[in-house]
């Protein structure tokens, strides 16, 4: 069969508009780790196996879900080990492995400190100091253990008072294991928003990179002091400006210092971290936040294909390069 050239011009533009209807990028969203999760790219993304697999991430780590793995690990604390599963085990080990590099400032078992300042899961009580003496008294990774027996996974903490917080990490674990999920299904471009812990899959459809903004902190929400261009890499912010209140003039917000067991006070109020490793990124800007400028700095100067941005007290941004990096 024969067509004639206008015949062929007109399928052509069907065969264009159809296939760039087809091409909208559509979002989808949801409640999962008590925050909002969303995925912005093409309609072959199996959204379905997104929120089966972000649930069943939150069944092992996240400490608010009863009977989760880690609120086993923390029920049982002082009595016996638990089997958990091997992701829970390697995510510990992550979190222990920031833990030793920023030096503490980073600490997964705070938990016994961070459910003092707290009424259910909402962030609100200023805790008495004698009772933040005593629950820092209950957070030295060191107490942790971990064995591996016949293929077969354990992790016991040794102080009864001693519990899980993995807050400052699990949303990047939830942002890494989505971001396989869908390298797996063929995907490789999509906007993975977890809370506000961002991967920026791939580029755009049409080539251009990923636009994340860097929330002004002292500003309504939206409201941003710098755009990040990103390809293929995640941008993680923890900022005072989350989960804050205020007593008697001062605010207090849930970024805490566990050196003090206060909120954490050391000339940043904002701090991002961007890389393709969106757990790194996670646990670093919770740890850079609590280490003040000098140290984070040197931290992300010493690590390989890192940046940082840091909002300082006094307003100013910080742009801090990683070994090896171009410009941002
Ligand atoms: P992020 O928003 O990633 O900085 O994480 C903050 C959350 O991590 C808090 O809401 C706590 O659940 C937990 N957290 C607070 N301070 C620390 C800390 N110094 N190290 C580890 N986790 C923390
Ligand atoms: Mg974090």
Known sequence: MRFKRPTIVILIFIIILFS??????VTEQNIVFGTVCKITGSSQIPFDQVWETLRNL???INM???NSEIDQVNAKAGLEKVEVSKTTYDIIQTALYYSKLTDGAFNPVLGSVIQLWKDGTDFCVLPAPEAIEEGLKHTDINKIELSELNGKYFIYLEDPDMRFD??????GVAADEVKTLLLDSGIDSALINL?????GMGTKKDGSSWKIGIQDPNAERGEYLKVVEVNDESV?????YERNFIKDGIKYHHILDPSTGMSANNGIISSTIINSDSTACDCLSTACYVM????????????????????????????????????I
């Open 20 to 25: 760039s209807c087809n091409t909208k990028d």
């Open 58 to 60: 939150e069944s092992k």
């Open 64 to 66: 608010n879900t009863a």
């Open 166 to 171: 993995l807050g400052g990490i699990g949303k």
């Open 195 to 199: 809370g506000g812990n961002i991967y």
């Open 236 to 240: 993680v912010t923890s900022g005072s």
């Open 292 to 327: 003040g400028i000098e140290k984070a700095t040197k931290l992300i100067q010493s690590l390989d294909g890192f940046k940082a941005i840091f909002i300082l007290e006094s307003g100013k941004i910080l742009e801090v390069q990683g070994k090896s990096n171009e410009e």
